[in-house]
């Protein structure tokens, strides 16, 4: 074995550890949260020193947080079926445009991804408020459609990309109008991305917090929001319960993702 081999070996390796650091770096908290989940005590703490599930019985029987729950599905499950065609539509139009300024669009389309959340929702709450718009489930709506749609636009982008634009042109050639050739044609073959954008789009908009917070009212509030109230005068292991099923759900829709359409290809637009 030469030198040149040993040092690629060993960089091989180096570069497999540091991956796994990061990893374990990253995916600590989470497994310390659904080990504080499953304490006896009344007061979250690390190792626990006993333990039981009655903090997921007293987490599924607060209303506070069912309501929350119920209200941040509604809510992201709304902002989905908005979002979700006008992504769509957007992706369209930036997939057959031939505009020099595309590049602007299509940064424009991702920008929220881009700009932190707190930015969003202080320009938010004062564009809305310049128009007077007191109700806060509309605020929120209008809020959770600019979390999703990035991703759908994004995902739809990729799934574009690997399309054969022949294809529509086929269709066209043999009778079909464009509506027709998009729907039939197009619309199945990207029908991957578009689902994970909407997906994506989904679990961070139930799980967002910087846009929410400035959108909420007394009546109207999120799971996260909620979360974060309790938070301000309890410690128990109840959040951490919640925050464990949260996870679970979390990487189930991941899981069922990656195993239907192939998360990895999809983003690699290959």
């Known amino acids: 074995m030469d030198g040149t081999t040993i040092i690629t070996a060993v960089q091989r390796h180096a570069f497999n550890a540091l991956a796994w650091a990061l990893y374990a ?13 499953f304490n006896n005590e009344p007061v979250q703490s690390f190792p ?26 509604i809510l992201a499950l709304c902002a989905s079926a908005v979002a979700t065609p006008l992504g769509v539509m ?12 595309k590049p602007f669009l299509e940064a424009l389309f991702i920008s929220p991804i881009i700009v932190p959340g707190l930015v969003t929702g202080i320009s938010l709450l004062v564009a809305l408020a310049a128009i007077d718009l007191r109700e806060a489930a509309i605020r929120l709506l209008i809020g959770h459609v600019l979390i999703v749609m990035p991703y759908v636009v994004r995902t739809t982008m990729a799934s574009l990309l690997q399309l054969d634009p022949s294809l529509q042109e086929a269709a066209e050639t043999l009778g079909a109008n464009s509506w027709k050739a998009f729907f039939f044609v197009v619309l199945p073959l990207i029908r991957p991305g578009v689902v994970a954008g909407m997906v994506f789009g989904f679990i961070l908009s139930f799980d967002d917090v910087n846009v929410s917070l400035f959108l909420v009212d007394a009546r109207t509030t999120t799971l ?19 925050s464990t099923m949260l996870i679970v759900l979390t990487f189930a829709a991941t899981v069922v993702l990656e195993r239907w359409f192939g998360l990895e290809r999809l983003f690699a637009g290959h």
């Open 224 to 242: 996260p929001i909620s979360i974060m109230s309790y938070l301000q005068y309890s410690f128990d292991p109840s959040v951490a319960a919640i």
């Open 48 to 73: 626990p020193t006993s333990w039981s599930l009655r903090w997921y019985v007293s987490a599924l029987g607060n209303p506070a947080f069912l309501n929350a729950a119920a209200a941040s599905g």
């Open 90 to 101: 957007a992706a369209v139009g930036l997939w057959k445009s031939r505009w020099r300024g």
């Open 25 to 37: 770096f990253l995916l600590a908290p989470l497994v310390c949260i659904v080990i504080v989940s």
